[in-house]
């Protein structure tokens, strides 16, 4: 994970279906953020997120937003602060993909 909240650059978004177990599983949560800050491991997450990331590099894109990722899961006011943002992180996306 990386604070983005001071650069500029495009990122491609992924739009996808919540219910899945290995969403839950590897969803950002007060208890994994600062070892996913120090260094979010690719290999680690579900095949769609990385492919997600595969996209965005084929097309130089620097950035990738996930909700279930970039908002901690558990954290009330990060909720309240980065949910009113979610229209605007997929209206100004390079791209989004929806899976």
Sequence with gaps: LE???NKTGQY???SHRWM???TQLTSTVMANYQDRAADLA???????YRAVF??????GVSYVW???LCIVQDDVEDWK???VKMGD???QAYCTIAA
């Design 66 to 68: 996930i909700d279930s």
């Design 12 to 14: 491609i978004c992924l």
């Design 20 to 22: 899945q177990p290995e």
């Design 54 to 59: 595969f996209v965005a590099a084929k097309l």
């Design 42 to 48: 690719i290999n680690g997450l579900p095949r769609l």
């Design 3 to 5: 604070d983005t909240s």
């Design 89 to 91: 992180h997929y209206s």
């Design 81 to 83: 602060r980065e949910s």
